[in-house]
Nanobody
Framework: EVQLVESGGGLVQAGGSLRLSCAASGFTFDDYAIGWFRQAPGKGREGVSCISSSDGSSYYADSVNGRFTISRNNARKRVSLQMNSLKPEDTAVYYC????????????WGQGTQVTVSS
């Protein structure tokens, strides 16, 4: 069973930084791409970033490219999302998710962590 637990959310002023972490268990971590999607109130789900299982290739939404950096540690079964130059429009619940391949539908996700960016 895919189990993912996010941490690191919070309240930050615009221009600030946060680092989200995702701890994985219950599945073969090395076999899955891991990514983040977010959902703001009244809006649909938006893919933010994903890192592949094979060669560590990373992908970013245009809205966060250049500001966010994803990384993974297979030995620790952890993925991190470093978020810099945060904007109020980044406010959302952020979910860590597992994928067979980046770009496909997630096979499991965590409970989410709230990120609020004040102007």
């Amino acid at each position: 069973e895919v189990q993912l637990v996010e941490s690191g959310g919070g309240l930050v002023q615009a221009g600030g930084s946060l680092r989200l972490s995702c701890a994985a268990s219950g599945f073969t971590f090395d076999d899955y791409a891991i990514g983040w999607f977010r959902q703001a109130p009244g809006k649909g789900r938006e893919g933010v970033s994903c890192i592949s299982s094979s060669d560590g290739s990373s992908y970013y939404a245009d809205s966060v490219n250049g500001r966010f950096t994803i990384s993974r540690n297979n030995a620790r079964k952890r993925v991190s999302l470093q978020m810099n130059s945060l904007k109020p429009e980044d406010t959302a619940v952020y979910y860590c998710a597992a994928y067979v391949q980046c770009g496909r539908e997630p096979v499991g996700w965590g409970q989410g962590t709230q990120v609020t960016v004040s102007s």
